[in-house]
């Protein structure tokens, strides 16, 4: 098979390919950005295989980063763009499941390619165009079949992480896992426990956000692996709720937690201490936790004021969007319009401060400043009171006579 045109990503290399094979090393296109390219799907990084080793690199380029080199990867940079150029290579054994003892620099193309996890990622291009396909990924792309490279065992023994690779794709691509390699997850899954909750976590999320989900969720459950995710063991059944919820593949991964969070029914003490277990940034913990109360609530009655506004528009927007999943019908322009119209937008907004409380009363420094601003914020927010200096100080005295002993 020849590529009818190279995409714009493979020619930026293409000067690259032709210096390394200018002074006879091999070089090729390797990896995901051949198989997306196959499917027809953007192209998010262009790695280079060559069996020029590392040192031979670094002379041919005169502008390089050793990103990778005891592994025998090396950043070269042009004008336009930064490639990852990496020398053909051979793996030992993997004693943390994870990554190999040590490498051997190699000048075989096949034995680079038999190493990668998956067929469809085991395709090379050459700078003529000509697809290389040593283990049948042609055909596993055209039936959308994820069959390992090889024994299965063997790929899954090495590196665990693959595993949920594998589930990934199965959500990302939409294709069927092979049979053997699935057996072979099956077996293997209690391997993912010597992996890092971080890789764990990148596979997980984008497994939750693909366009075929409900499959990469129902494999993530009948393979088990769920159980060596955080906080999951006892969720299975709420996991096949999640895949269960129909609408398009999520599009952000605050929207897909969010939704997670819901299926598996947990307070907002409980859905901080799951996604710190997840090793989340506290940024996403925060808003996740805003999320699911606002979607709680939004499920069963309209948008208020005061949940839209402690919210945000942007929140709120993720938020109403998440409808599609529930069987309803969205309406992010209403959302937009209520947002706009909200008479304040921050505490910033109020037309008085807390310095200006304190001096306007007559009492010691303490907790009834935030108090009062807090009675005065819902206030505003919810139109019982104008925004204007003088109606807040009345609405400030007939407060405070209330609460003050």
């Not at 025998?72 to 290579?89: D, L, P, Q, S």
């Amino acid at each position: 098979m020849k590529l009818d045109a190279f995409p714009l990503e493979f020619q930026g290399a293409m000067p690259i390919l032709r210096k390394l094979q200018s002074k006879n090393y091999e070089a090729y296109y390797v990896g995901g950005s051949v198989r997306d390219i196959l499917l027809n799907k953007p192209i998010h990084d262009v790695d280079i295989a060559t069996s020029a080793f590392p040192a031979e690199v670094k002379e041919l380029f005169h502008r390089t980063i050793d990103v990778g080199i005891d592994h025998g990867t090396v950043m070269v940079i042009t004008k336009e763009a930064t490639y990852e150029v990496t020398t053909f290579r051979t793996e030992s054994t993997y004693q943390d499941y994870r990554r190999p003892d040590h490498v051997e620099f190699v000048r075989s193309l096949k034995e680079d390619l038999k190493r990668r996890d998956f067929t469809i990622n085991a395709l090379a291009v050459g700078i003529d165009g000509t697809v290389i396909d040593l283990f049948d990924g042609l055909a596993d792309l055209r039936n959308k079949v994820l069959r390992a490279v090889g024994d299965p065992y063997e790929r899954f023994h090495e590196d665990a992480l693959r595993m949920m690779r594998a589930l990934r794709f199965v959500s990302q691509l939409g294709f069927t896992l092979e049979p053997d390699t699935f057996e072979a997850i099956q077996e293997y899954h209690s391997l993912l426990a010597k992996i890092s909750v971080e890789r764990i976590n990148v596979e997980f999320v984008k497994l939750m956000m693909g366009s075929s989900r409900e499959a990469g969720l129902h494999s993530l459950v009948e393979s088990e692996c769920y159980i060596y995710c955080p906080g999951l063991r006892e969720y299975g059944e709420a996991l096949l709720n999640f895949a269960e919820l129909r609408g398009p593949a999520i599009p952000t991964e605050r929207q897909a937690w969010t939704l997670l969070m819901m299926m598996l029914d947990l307070s907002s003490a409980d859905i901080r201490h799951f996604m710190k277990d997840w090793k989340c940034s506290n940024q996403l913990i925060r808003e996740v936790t805003q999320m699911v109360p606002a979607l709680q609530l939004r499920l069963k009655q309209g948008w208020d004021s005061w949940t839209l506004y402690q919210l945000g528009r942007e929140l709120a927007l993720s938020v109403e969007y998440l409808l599609y999943y529930f069987e309803q019908e969205p309406n992010l322009e209403k959302v937009r319009l209520l947002y706009q119209f909200l008479p304040i937008y921050s505490l910033k907004d109020l037309a008085v401060k807390g310095n200006e409380v304190m001096e306007h009363f007559d009492y010691p420094r303490g907790p009834w400043i935030s108090t009062t601003l807090n009675a005065l914020e819902r206030a505003v927010v919810a139109g019982e009171l104008a925004n204007h200096k003088e109606e807040l100080f009345r609405f400030a005295e007939d407060f405070l006579k209330k609460e003050q002993p």
